[in-house]
């Protein structure tokens, strides 16, 4: 006896199914099922995974969803791909349609497809088209004997499903807070026609009868559904676009004269080693189909004179030639075959990175040249996670919301709402603290929500373009900023052979473009920004060299920072392309995974003697110390050592960096000991490379792609070394750096830059950089609305800078709100003194006072007789300006307490190295921090900290972490005591004590 599963839902039925497709397909083989359908609610959104994993466990894979809108119900089976695309369009007239009607579309694209419904108002229209392929659901607890009596009524057969969503009782719990958590409510106020069935589950063949003995037609139709339904779906083919109507021969051809063309550009004549390189990736481009693809991205890249081609793609010639990507993979020795290869099945992608307020207009393009019709972006499909898991679970149990944002505040990244009862307590965060059983429920469920489907949003910038209709490959959806959107995230999408554009929005880019701006406006002087050299600059090398590189893209952060200090401390790199290359390495090992071998690297390139594992690695590794720091370089080890072709091994690569099964990993792993061992290479010479091979698990960077970042990182850091106050105003209005703008003007005093509060006639929106002043911007003042800002800048264009406040109160019509903002941002003291701010509060007054009630005019002179009240104190002042900016702008918080800094006589950051392997004392304001876990899974932190001379790293062992991390509150001056630890020429503190700095009256 069996049956096939024609609706089963999975964790991809939004907020509805409970299962992961692995679990559904484990299980649907136990009980001897051999065919399953994954029948997700309203969407497709797991089907290439599912036909994957289905295949893997021996199953046949239909394709399928449940259909529910309007009260109006309806399981949909794919018997062919005409099935297919006409599933996928009615899919998406449902969610994008507000007068969408089941049966009336269904009337209109149900060829090939299998409908089965228990509900008559769809089954009736249906029926009078025609009976074929038109099925009674019966499903034991849905009212069965009524859907057994609409079958024999309307003449239609019956077929019987589980309407599977369960597949153990206890799944019954978390599919009740799903619900709960989508419509909003209680778990106490759901109502069972809001939920699944308790019975909804996977069942046995025999189980599943035993409900139909009086039916068994209904078990054996579900074998005619299935067989005659496709389960052969092969979605490998990729779908490219087609470049403005043109033929492939006329896309290649095109594309071919301007690569060649490109090439005159780039090295003004061409060579041997140019020409080889450039035949040989366009004989691949050619072979592959890939000529419209590259077509399509220039003509995106074209809308903005400033972008970053990165990724793999940045290893192309082509694509350097068409002036996609920036650097040049011929003097960089980039490994093309991590791009495109022969056996290479799947489409590569190329992602563009554009400024980031250009990104928008870009989109813009790209949909009025191909149409909503032929392109969509691609989802991130959000899945409950870590705090919101916690915070969503707990509101349906009916914990207050101050309740559930004390706890959840207090979660680090060592312990999320992922993790039990029993590790939350033992988090120093709360120790001393008992759980209550409620808090340890919702931590239990919390955990089982982790993974699940919630909704879908835009991903941050692939585009999917096809050339004929996009709602024929996948379903589409309408995202809250209007954009069609595909249902499925970038996996997924390219494994069903979407090719993706990955249009991406780069606040450093909008940095560059704003500071060499702001430079022309000042100086004159113009950069062109494809051409531009900023390594032959001396003090930008040296900028880089010394780690100075806060604010400069990708090279900022506190341990990259570091880690350019220690390469660089006893090294003097010189030449400019030998600098760069460092930098190239420089951003590719800094990834977590990498940390036990960047000591070595950094001694290695420091000096220390070293040998190759293998003289076979001798090439492949040479010019990373023999280490492996690339991407491609798991492709390039495993060729050399084991024979993998450049096909297997970067499947190797894949497998690796996307966390693919484990089974397959294993199969590689094999595969490289076998192919090691056939060249008589040492098993533990093999377990080394290996090691290093895992060492890029999750988040890591090919060659090419740190070598586009390293290419914009330069850039920055000759503006910060030749233009700093331009630069640092750029940085801050961008609002897209590694620190807080209090930071960044801290580094702008350290830098010798002045920094000047934010003036009604010398002030902007963004900060303003010029010479060694850098001005606030009236961006930085809290609650000021955008209509103040706008009505300010447009009156001052207009009549010229303000004479007086009164003046102002004359020109600028503005809600009193914004008005006294400005007051007590200090906007008017260059006007009037900063003594005057409560006369001028009160002049405000008395214009509103004065005004006619009907209006919010300030315009006319008070007629009220004001007081003339005293300044405010400096205490006040200082007061208003962090009320107003968030920070103070006027100086640094330290220097309030510089009382109580001169009686502790503590080291100043810019002095610590000279107290390497001693114990003191220093005063440092937070700046920023990561926990992590130590190799025993125990939490730790590394902080930086700032004084008035410098910033400085220090490092919260566990044992420290444990008593001090609730101290780490980030609002105060902090007084830290510890030792200085040195390794490669750089100091940090290893924090024994810390206390608070308390400020005395």
Not at 216 to 243: G, K, Y
Not at 263 to 274: E, H, P, S
Not at 324 to 331: G, K, L, N, Q, Y
Not at 492 to 515: F, P, T
Request: proline fraction near 4%.
């Amino acid at each position: 006896m069996s049956y096939a599963a024609l609706h089963v839902h999975s964790a991809f039925s939004p907020q509805w199914g409970v299962r992961s497709v692995e679990d559904i397909c484990a299980a649907a083989r136990a009980l001897g099922l051999r065919h399953l359908a994954l029948t997700d609610r309203n969407g497709l959104y797991g089907v290439p995974h599912f036909l994957e994993v289905a295949k893997a466990h021996g199953l046949l894979p239909l394709i399928g969803a449940e259909t529910v809108k309007g009260g109006q119900r309806a399981v949909l089976l794919a018997r062919d791909a005409e099935g297919y695309a006409n599933l996928c369009r009615l899919l998406s007239d449902l969610h994008c349609r507000a007068d969408f009607d089941l049966a009336q579309s269904l009337c209109v694209l149900r060829r090939g497809l299998t409908v089965l419904s228990d509900d008559a108002a769809v089954l009736m229209p249906l029926r009078r088209q025609s009976r074929a392929n038109l099925y009674v659901e019966l499903s034991p607890g849905h009212q069965m004997h009524r859907a057994l009596a609409l079958s024999r009524e309307l003449g239609l057969p019956p077929v019987a499903t589980s309407r599977a969503v369960l597949l153990e009782p206890q799944d019954y719990e978390i599919h009740r807070v799903l619900r709960a958590i989508a419509l909003n409510t209680k778990l106490s106020r759901l109502s069972p026609d809001e939920l699944a069935g308790e019975g909804d589950r996977l069942l046995s063949p025999q189980h599943l009868a035993d409900f139909f003995p009086h039916c068994p037609q209904a078990l054996d139709n579900t074998l005619v559904v299935a067989a005659d339904c496709r389960s052969d779906w092969d979605f490998s083919a990729s779908i490219f676009p087609a470049f403005r109507g043109l033929a492939d021969g006329e896309a290649f051809a095109a594309l071919e004269l301007r690569a060649r063309q490109g090439a005159l550009w780039r090295y003004g004549q061409m060579n041997v080693r140019i020409e080889e390189r450039l035949c040989k990736e366009l004989s691949l481009i050619r072979d592959k189909g890939f000529a419209h693809y590259f077509l399509v991205v220039e003509e995106l890249v074209r809308q903005s004179p400033r972008t970053c081609g990165r990724g793999s793609a940045a290893a192309s010639l082509v694509a350097y030639c068409l002036g996609i990507t920036h650097v040049d993979p011929i003097a960089y020795n980039l490994f093309f075959e991590r791009f495109l290869n022969e056996g290479r099945l799947d489409p590569p992608d190329i992602d563009i990175d554009f400024p980031w307020d250009e990104r928008d207009a870009v989109l813009d393009f790209a949909f009025q040249r191909y149409g909503a019709r032929r392109a969509a972006m691609v989802a991130n499909q959000v899945k409950f996670k870590g705090r919101s898991s916690l915070r969503e679970v707990a509101k349906v149990f009916g914990f207050q919301e101050d309740e559930i944002k004390t706890l959840t505040a207090r979660l680090s990244g060592y312990c999320t709402a992922g993790r039990t009862a029993a590790a939350i307590a033992r988090d120093p965060q709360f120790k001393g603290e008992a759980l209550s059983d409620d808090w340890q429920q919702v931590l239990r469920l919390a955990q089982r929500l982790d993974g699940q489907l919630r909704h879908l949003s835009l991903h941050c910038g692939g585009l999917v373009v096809v050339p004929d209709e996009i709602r024929r490959y996948v379903p589409v959806e309408v995202a809250a900023k209007g954009l069609p959107l595909i249902q499925w995230e970038k996996d997924q999408a390219e494994a069903a052979g979407l090719v993706k554009i990955d249009i991406l929005g780069n606040r450093s880019l909008a940095v560059i473009r704003d500071a060499l701006a702001a430079v022309k406006r000042h100086t004159g002087r113009e950069i062109d920004y494809a051409t531009w050299q900023p390594l032959d600059d001396e003090r930008t090398r040296q900028l880089l060299r010394s780690g100075g590189t806060m604010g400069c893209f990708y090279i900022e952060s506190p341990a990259t920072r570091q880690l350019l200090k220690r390469m660089f401390g006893e090294r003097q790199v010189t030449e400019a392309a030998d600098l760069f290359e460092h930098l190239v390495m420089a951003s590719s090992i800094i990834r977590p995974a990498a940390n036990v071998f960047i000591r070595e690297f950094v001694a290695r390139m420091r000096g220390k003697a070293w040998t190759p594992l293998h003289p076979l690695l001798d090439e492949v590794l040479n010019e990373t110390y023999g280490l492996a720091v690339y991407q491609e370089q798991i492709t390039q080890v495993a060729m050399a050592l084991a024979d993998f072709s450049a096909f297997e091994g970067d499947q190797l690569r894949k497998i690796i960096s996307k966390k693919h099964k484990a089974q397959t990993l294993r199969d590689y792993h094999e595969k490289f000991l076998a192919g090691g061992r056939k060249k008589c290479i040492d098993g533990q010479i093999l377990g080394k490379v290996w090691a290093q091979i895992l060492s890029f698990s999750g988040y890591s960077f090919c060659k090419p792609h740190s070598a586009s970042y390293a290419l914009v990182s330069c850039k920055s850091a000759w503006l910060k070394a030749n233009y700093p106050a331009e630069f640092m105003a750029a940085v801050i209005s961008n609002q897209g750096g590694f620190y807080s703008p209090l930071a960044y003007l801290s580094e702008a005093r350290r830098m010798g830059l002045e920094v000047l509060p934010p003036d009604i006639n010398a002030g902007d929106h963004p900060y303003i950089g010029q010479g060694r002043e850098l001005r606030v911007g009236f961006m930085q003042i809290q609650g000021l609305s955008g209509a103040a800002v706008k009505a300010l800048l447009a009156a001052r264009t207009q009549g010229g800078e303000f004479v007086s406040f009164r003046d102002f109160l004359r020109r600028v019509r503005m809600d009193i709100a914004d008005t006294r903002l400005l007051i007590k941002a200090g906007c008017f003291d260059a006007l009037e003194g900063k003594e005057r701010r409560p006369a001028l509060l009160w002049e405000l007054l008395g214009h509103r006072h004065a005004a006619p009630a009907s209006s919010a005019s300030l315009f006319d002179e008070p007629a009220l007789e004001l007081p003339t009240p005293p300044a405010y104190a400096d205490k006040q002042v200082l007061a208003q300006e962090l009320e107003t900016l968030g920070l103070l702008a006027s100086c640094h918080p330290l220097v309030l307490h510089r009382g109580e800094i001169a009686r502790l006589k503590p080291v100043f950051a810019c002095r610590m190295a000279e107290w390497s392997k001693r114990y003191i004392t220093m005063i440092g304001w937070w700046v920023t921090g990561k926990t992590v876990q130590d190799k025993d899974g125990r939490p730790m932190e590394f902080v930086s900290f700032e004084d008035t001379t410098g910033i400085f790293d220090a490092t919260f062992f566990p044992q420290a972490y444990a008593r001090f991390c609730r101290k780490l509150s980030r609002l105060r001056p902090y007084v830290l005591k510890g030792k200085v630890e040195e390794e490669f020429g750089v100091t940090t503190l290893t924090v024994e004590w810390v206390g608070f700095l308390e400020k005395k009256e």
